[in-house]
């Protein structure tokens, strides 16, 4: 289980993608479980906990596009000198 002492939504994103199925819990915000690479609310889940799976998700959800973004684009090489 990773604990986060402080809220950065791209950071937890970050290890959720990387990690893929866990636990974690975020100081202030609570426990949370995160299963396919996306972070879940957990059973008794507060306004809060769904703001926080929300915020997270989307950054998870930009990183992914911007990925496939990448992958599609033709690669050029500069021949310039």
Same mark, same amino acid.
Request: hydrophobic share 35%; net charge positive; glycine share 4%.
């Given at each position: 289980?990773?604990?986060?002492?402080?809220?950065?939504?791209?950071?937890?994103?970050?290890?959720?993608?990387?990690?893929?199925?866990?636990?974690?819990? +975020?100081?202030?915000?609570?426990?949370?479980?995160?299963?396919?690479?996306?972070?879940?609310?957990?059973?008794?889940?507060? +306004?809060?906990?769904?703001?926080?799976?929300?915020?997270?998700?989307?950054? +998870?959800?930009?990183?992914?596009?911007?990925?496939?973004?990448?992958?599609?684009?033709?690669?050029?090489?500069?021949?310039?000198?």
């Amino acid at each position: 289980m990773r604990v986060f002492n402080r809220y950065v939504p791209r950071l937890v994103a970050k290890h959720v993608a990387r990690l893929f199925s866990g636990r974690l819990y +975020i100081a202030g915000r609570g426990r949370f479980d995160f299963e396919n690479g996306w972070l879940k609310a957990p059973q008794d889940a507060t +306004i809060t906990h769904y703001q926080t799976v929300k915020e997270v998700n989307a950054v +998870i959800r930009e990183t992914y596009q911007q990925a496939m973004r990448d992958e599609t684009q033709p690669h050029t090489v500069n021949t310039r000198r």
